[in-house]
């Protein structure tokens, strides 16, 4: 089955960096979109970034502090996060779907279990 495997979570003061990994694997088709979201403690689950699969095309919440990457093989991707502040601190999910504007605008077909994000201020 399909699983999405996140990593890099963890406690960060404001101002440093993380960086967030995720690997896909048993996707029974190619030229999926990448991507991620967050929840916050009490709020929704919302869209962060997501890479098309030649890692060409990006699509984010808010450009600035965060930059999404697609690794090799294709089945990777990457979450930068620099300059953290307290209000990023949440829960950060792998997403996957067909295609980038799928996994922006739609709910997406596979998850991640989900790895936790604290910024301390």
């Known amino acids: 089955q399909v699983q999405l495997v996140e990593s890099g979570g963890g406690l960060v003061q404001a101002g440093g960096s993380l960086r967030l990994s995720c690997a896909a694997s048993?996707?029974?088709?190619?030229?999926?979109?990448l991507g991620w979201f967050r929840q916050a403690p009490g709020k929704e689950r919302h869209f962060v970034a997501a890479?098309?699969?030649?890692?060409?095309t990006t699509s984010y919440e808010e450009k600035g502090r965060f930059t999404i990457s697609r690794g090799s093989p294709r089945n990777t991707v990457y979450l930068q996060m620099d300059n953290l502040k307290p209000e990023d601190t949440a829960v950060y999910y792998c997403?996957?779907?067909?295609?980038?504007?799928?996994?922006?605008?739609?709910?997406?077909?596979?998850w991640g279990q989900g790895t936790q994000v604290t910024v301390s201020s």
């Open positions: 997403a996957l779907h067909d295609n980038i504007g799928m996994l922006a605008t739609t709910p997406p077909k596979y």
């Open positions: 048993g996707v029974p088709f190619s030229g999926y979109a």
């Open positions: 890479i098309s699969w030649s890692g060409t």
